[in-house]
């Protein structure tokens, strides 16, 4: 199974991603993750990544696309994965559509999780509280959910018109587990 999330910031994709791979036994590739790890040194290009990081702007396109051609061909997405956080420009979704083509492959499922900016922010906000996430401060939350408003969400409408069928809006205001549930009720059909 190729799932495909998009959704703001705060929207509860990253839980519900973690949530799904693991049912389906299937790979999570978050980018926000793979970034943070590759952050964790001190060489340039970690220092360089903290700061583009924890400013709430984005990495380039090439260094995701990069990242996200040699995931996807891997050995441990034979199964399937789980996109969160890639594609997050025009860009890197017409790299993401071209490489699917190119190598005979294709997405089961987009799901779009859609929600109130406010409550974003309230819960990025609460979050900080937990995690110490050095980009979840209100002046970094705007410029992030500018950037999403900027640049993702215009992908997600490519993703909508061009995958009409197996395009689902889910509506991130609701509870974890009901989230789950009609989650996994739309993949089961998605199964059969
Ligand atoms: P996330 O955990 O998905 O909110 O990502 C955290 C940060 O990682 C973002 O604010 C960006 O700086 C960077 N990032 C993650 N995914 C991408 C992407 N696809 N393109 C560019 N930057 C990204």
Redesign the pocket.
Known sequence: MKIVFFGP?GSGK?TQAKLISEKLNILHI????I?RNKSNYSDSLSIELQE??SS????SDDM?NKIIAEKINSEECKKGYILD?????LP?SEFLLKFLEQNKMSLDIIFDFKIDFRIVQERIMERSKLEKRS?DSIDVIKV?LDKYIQETYPVSQVFANSFVDKYKIIDASKQILEIQKELMKILKKVEN
């Open positions: 910031p990253g978050s980018t926000g993750d970034l583009t990081m709430g702007n984005l990495v995701l956080g890639f594609p997050r420009t890197q980009d992030r």
